[in-house]
Each structure stands twice: as structure tokens, then as C-alpha cells.
């Protein structure tokens, strides 16, 4: 939760010319959440008729974030048992975070749980340079490869999308969640329906979770570890048969190399363990709960992200290779803001490299809004 | 392609609307099955609904429009014998005839025939688009389809992960296309029985459906004795509900659930809330499955507690509540 008059005026200033605000089809039946800055938890069961009652609310309220249903409902601001549910477009969530990269450590500020002193990113092991204590948060600026890290995700699961489940480009709607990763919006209607433990299922298969050795032919001898190989009738020619077909080299057509696979790894029991292993990690790293959670508010494109003061924001399935968050999605004005820096820390925005040693400083304020929102900032 | 049905057909598949059709052309009507010669079908239609009670098939297939007819009066029978378990057996039966019946079908992958009969049917009942691949040897159905239905199957195979799956499609052979729907041909029938409405019933109908009923009501006997009084809570809630006025949310609950608990099909859970001033017949049957556990939501939600109901004012206990901690229990303790 962020209380902090420069970064509202700054968001004010956006919402006030927003051009990228994108309201959701079927507004009518949508529910909408905000946040609003210095006070904790959201404002949910809300409804905009229209872009216009939504537009007015966002100038009026400035609120730190804005977020609406994936879902569709016949009364959007009853409560949640009473909504009367009619389905839910298809989401996926792609966070940087959750990639466990190795360049992480590099980019952490550590932020004291004791005192709240922040500091440099530390190789070594942590100690408050205040008071000593060895406990922290991490508060993370992530770097182009944790972008680009996200950005390979993205691609794979766009790859999945459009091949395996054959979803139209253009149903595919891909955005910088605002932070550090990406949010995909799934707009092919025949996805609505689908309930939780469907989506849940469709996760797997996009995850690589649950793929039985038997599927590409492997089986267990009855009553030992030993393995024989029997190809499916239907082949291996598409989705993950394919995709473990061409990582193991193996073809239908011959069964030989694959039972020796199978023999190498010491048998059927040792040889799911390095399927699993294998399908983990060709599928994409998105977050289940988002996927398969029927009922969520989900950040709205082109609103900000009070985590960092960008927006999130459309990216063109085509150009994604080349879109640059700190660029494209830094979308605040140049106002000067006086802050006071809580440690040394250092961000490229809109191109320019904000390396901030001294305690206060001047900056436009889509730099001062970035360092307040990591909390590595206060406003003067 | 226009598809061609003939009575082999019908007789396999005598649940399609070209099943009735058919009769109608044939200029039959009800009263002849007063006809002695019609003995036979009665006597078949008996023997149909019993193997189903006893989780039998019935398998024949002999002579195809004694068949289509003998499914018909099956129906007719079955809804007036009016017990909802011999109803959900005799559908459960009649699912797995078709079920033997489609799998074979789809094994003939040749007959173009064939194969536009079956799109029709899986497009007809479920709403299913089936295509074959160019080989004629597997099934494709969307993904959403599949989706839709196999979430809900346990079993490791049905994961989609351990599918082929290419370009929207899940790839599938025969006996598993048949098993995606399995489950909705009972739903069907089931609905098909509570949908209709009795004819004047010929006497030999009559006759041989109040014997049947008469054999298979002891084995029902507890069920039926359960469900003619209701708790307090619960009959205070129809009166409400029956006098048009507004039930609150938790009241409404708690009626659908105890309803779903004594196994009230949903049709007629629906029907009961028919006088709500806001009623939508396709919302609350919505609601109802969701409540049952089928839709939406996989757990089955249970009937409230008396202490919980009473929280909510919506107890209204007498003394034969005495001791019990859930309206489920009424009247089935001691006595
Ligand atoms: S005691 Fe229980 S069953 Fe009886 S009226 Fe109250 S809630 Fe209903
Ligand atoms: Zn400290
Ligand atoms: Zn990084």
C-alpha cells in the first residue's frame, strides 16, 4: 500500500489524458476492484455501464490500482454467491518471479524486517547496515534478462496457444502485466464456459504436469520395474508425444531406441522420474491459482501498477521480441520531483539510466514514482 | 449430406426425435396397444424397465419397429410408475444399450453412412461436433468439448496432457468418444421422462405399470417413506415460496440442498421455486446443479445445520425436531 501525494498526482495526470485504458467487452456484466492509495485492501462488487462512467471514476478516485473480473455475471456488485456466474474468459499469468533466474540476487535490495533500513543489492549474506539484523525483504528491479526470461515464456505459451489448442492470433491479447512479467487475455468465447477443474486440467497440459510414461508408448511389465515399448495407434506425431518425440530423438516407426532410453535410465520407475523432469521443463511457468480461480479481478490493461508505476501495457504478438517495458510501458510525465533516495539504487527508464548515490535528488516523475513505488524512495 | 434413417436405426437409436416421427407416419396411435397382438411389446417394454432396475442391459434387437415402439412404452411406463430410482436405473440402462451400440457403430470407419448418422446423433443429444481424421480412424472433437467433460473423469489417461492434441482438436478413438458422453446420454433420458407428459393410458399399460410398480416399490420402501413429511424449516420455506412471496438467499439454500439430499430430481426442485417473484427457470436449474456438485463446482453442497439455521432464523422446530442436529434426520430416527 503506497500513501504518497507525488506518486497520486502523477497517476492523476495519467488517468486524466489516459489514452490506453482498454474497458472490457461486455462491461455491463463485468465486477471491477480498485485500490486506493494509503488505504489497505480493495473496493470490490463495483460496475461501469460504460467507458465513460469508468473513465469518470478513474479521474475522480485516482485509485493506486484498478482491476476487473475475467468473468461474466448477471449482477456484478451482488456478493459473490449471488452473482450468478456465466462464465469467465481464459487468463494466464506470466511473473518474473517466478522463474527463479540467476541474476535475481544482483538486482535485490534488501529492505530490513526489523528496522527498515534498505541497502545495495548484497552478494553475500545479509546484515541490516543499521541494526544488525539478518531478516529482510527483497524488493526486486528486474533486469533485461528477467524480461527476457518472461518474454521466452511468453513466446512458448503463445507457441502452445496458437499450435496445440489452435486459438486464432488475434483471440490472443499479450500485456506487460506492469511489473515483471506478463498477462494474456484469451478472448475466444468457447473458452468461457469452462469451469475451474477444466482449467485447471488445460494448466497441466500447458505446464507439462501429468504426462504418463504410457502416452508415448512406455510400459510397465506387470508386476516389475522392467519396461516394454508399444506405440499408441494414434502416433506421436502432434502435441507433447511430438515435443517428447523430437527431445528424445525417437520415431514411431522404430521402437528399438526408445527401449533402450528406457533400459540407460534403469527402468520404468526411473524413467517417468526424468519424463516428469523433461516435460516440466519444455512447458510454460504460469501461475495456476490465476488460470483456474473463476471468480478473480484481474489488473486492468492500461491501468498502473502501484508496484512500479507502469502501466499495463498491449504488446503486438509479433513484435514482442522487441518490446522494451521500461520504454514502452513507462507512460508517466516529467513533472520534477524532489525524493529522498532510502539507499543507493539504479533503473533504465525511458532510456535514460537513473544511478541515484546521493541522498536527495530531482527527478522527472516517472523515475521518482518508480523508485517510491519499489519503496527504495520517499517523496521530499 | 442428408442422412437416411432406417429402422434399424431407430431401433438402436430410438431416443432420436425421428424415432417418434417415424410412428407418427406410420399412422399408429396409442389405443392399439389394446390389441391383443400388442401383448408382446407390452411384455417387452416389462422386461426392458426390469433388467434396467437390476443393472442389466436389455439386449434385443431382433425386430427393429417391435424395438423402436417397445422404447416408447418403456417411457411411458417408467413415468408411470413415477419412482425417481427406478427412473434413474432404467436411464443408466438405456445409456449403456447406446453406449454398445455407438462404439460399434464408430468402429465401422469406412461407411460414410454411418459416419454422418453418428455426427447427427453426437450433434443432436450433446451438442458435440465430431469429425473424423482423413485415415477415418480417429475421432476429433474440440478442445473445449473435451475439456468440458473429461475434467470430470478421474482417471490419469483423460488428462489432456496425455492426449493428442493438434491445432484445437483432441484426437480420439472410438470407444473413448463414446465414453466422453456416456454420462449425458442417462442425463437425457432422465430429462427425456420428466419432461413428458401422460397420455390417457391404455388399459394394458396401465395394468402392467401398476403391477410393476407394486414389485418394485419394496425395495424403495424406505425412500419413499422419508421424503412424505418434511421438516418444519423445510415446509415453512415451500409455504413461503408457494405464496409468491420473497425467500431469503439462505432459505432458498437450505430448501435445494435438503431437496438434492433426498434425492428430489432437479427438474422438480426447479419447479418448486417456480412462484419466486424473481424466478428464472434457467438460473436457479443453474444454481440447483451447481449445488448438486455438476456444474461449476465440484463439491456437492450439504444441507445446513439445525444450529446454523436457527442462527439464521429460518428454524421453526416442533417436537418431533426432538434431538436431531440436521433437518435430514427428521423423521428417520427411531419410530
Ligand atoms: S430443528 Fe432442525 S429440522 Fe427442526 S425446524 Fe429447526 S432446523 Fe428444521
Ligand atoms: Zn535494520
Ligand atoms: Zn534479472
Redesign the pocket.
Known sequence: MIKSEAVKAAFREYYFKQKLVEAPDNMDQREFGYSLFGIPGMVRHLSFKNPGELTAALVREVPSDVYCSNALYRFPTLPMQEKQWQGADLIFDIDGKDLHLPCVPSHSYPVCSNCGQASPPVEKEYACPACGNKKAEYVSIPCGKCIDGSKKEAARLVEFLTGDLGIAKENIHVFFSGNNGFHFHISDGSYRPLDSQARSDLVGYLAGVGLIAESIGVRRSPGSDLAFVKFPKSGLDYGWRKRIAEELDISASSTIRLTNIVKEKGGYSAFKAELDRITRQLGVRIDPQVTTDVHRVFRMPGTLNSKSGLAKFRCSLDRLDSFDPFVDACVLGSTKVQVRMKTHAKVKLKGQTFSISKEEAELPAFAAVYFICKGLAEAA | MSIRLGTGDLARYPFLNEAGEYLRQSGFGWEELDRPDMADIIQRAAERIEAGVSGKVYEKLDRYETEILTFLVTLIMVKSIGMEPVLKKYALAEARRAEKFLTEDLRRQNDAQRQALLSKIFGDLFGLAIDTTEDGRLFKVKVTDYLARSSHFHEQEWKMINRLVSNGNVYLGPDETVRLVRNELAVMINGRVHAMSLPALPKAIKERSDTLRAELAPRYEYRAHSVTEY???VKHAIEVMNRGENLPHSARLMLATYMLAIDKPVDEIVEMFKNAPDFNERITRYQVEHLAGSKGSRTKYSVPS?DK??TENL???TKD?DS?IN?IQ?GRRRK
Open positions: 421438516p418444519p424449516c439445525c439455521l436457527r428454524c421453526f422446530a425436531c436431531i433437518p427428521f
